[in-house]
Every structure is written in structure tokens, then in C-alpha cells.
């Protein structure tokens, strides 16, 4: 339904209007690391620390690696 994508777009600025301190990326379901890929711990560790200082330009290319997973993290 095109109404659907209306409200959507509409909805969503509303919604963020009140400050996402703790979530920052919520629209962006993250890449989890794999288990047992040593490039993947490390990816996930550099993005921890990159959120804490609020480096998000880090926090997303680490999701970008993760997301490659498969492809090795190069
Ligand atoms: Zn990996």
C-alpha cells in the first residue's frame, strides 16, 4: 500500500525527536560478529570503543567489515 510508505516517512523523524543517546543506530540493524572469526572480534571490539567516544564514522565502517563477513574483512 502506498499509504504505508506515507506514514512511514512521516512517522519516523517524530520519533526520533526525543534524544537516542543509548541507541544511536537504531535504524541500523548491526552486523553481529561471527563466532570464532578472530577479524570479526577484533571489528566488534574497535566498534565498541569507536561508540564510546562517539566516533559513529568508525562505529559504521566496523558494520560495513562485519557485514562482509563472508567475503574475509579486507
Ligand atoms: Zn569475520
Known amino acids: 500500500m502506498m499509504f504505508e510508505r506515507w506514514r512511514c516517512a ?3 523523524p517524530t ?3 526525543t534524544p ?3 541507541l544511536p543506530l537504531r535504524l541500523d540493524p548491526e552486523p553481529t560478529p561471527v563466532e570464532g572469526c578472530a577479524g570479526c572480534a577484533e571489528l566488534a571490539d574497535v ?3 569507536a561508540r564510546a567516544v562517539g566516533d559513529m564514522t568508525t562505529v559504521s565502517d566496523c558494520n560495513v567489515y562485519l557485514g562482509r563477513h563472508p567475503e ?3
Open 10 to 12: 512521516v512517522t519516523e
Open 15 to 17: 520519533r526520533y525527536s
Open 20 to 22: 537516542a543517546v543509548e
Open 47 to 49: 566498534r565498541d570503543r
Open 72 to 74: 574475509g574483512h579486507r
